[in-house]
């Protein structure tokens, strides 16, 4: 039986801890290659973050945004949802 949706939401982490889109992109690939059929529906990450424990590199999310949207049929646009309230993110 084929997987006729796969919903991934990942890469915030991937950000916070400045890892390369090259690296991001390719671990996305691989995960996606297991699902060659279905629909893609991918949950983009904030390119605005406030104050974290953690440094945000609001480029590499930008980044990481493009990609997402280029793989996915459908995207979860969490980056449009958490920059609307920054203050309840």
């Known amino acids: 039986?084929?997987?006729a949706i796969v919903v991934v939401a990942l890469?915030?982490?991937d950000v916070w801890n400045g890892v390369p889109t090259?690296?991001?992109?390719?671990?996305?690939?691989?995960l996606l290659g297991n699902?060659?059929?279905a629909c893609r529906v991918l949950v983009n990450v904030?390119?605005?973050v406030g104050v974290l424990e953690k440094p945000y590199d609001n480029g590499?999310?930008?980044a990481l945004n493009v990609v997402i949207a280029d793989r996915a049929?459908?995207?979860v646009d969490w980056n449009a949802a958490a920059n609307a309230d920054p203050g309840t993110y």
Do not use: C, K
């Open 1 to 3: 039986m084929a997987i």
């Open 11 to 13: 890469g915030t982490n």
């Open 22 to 30: 090259e690296e991001s992109t390719a671990q996305l690939d691989l």
């Open 35 to 37: 699902f060659p059929t």
């Open 46 to 48: 904030t390119d605005q």
């Open 60 to 62: 590499l999310a930008s």
């Open 73 to 75: 049929d459908v995207v």
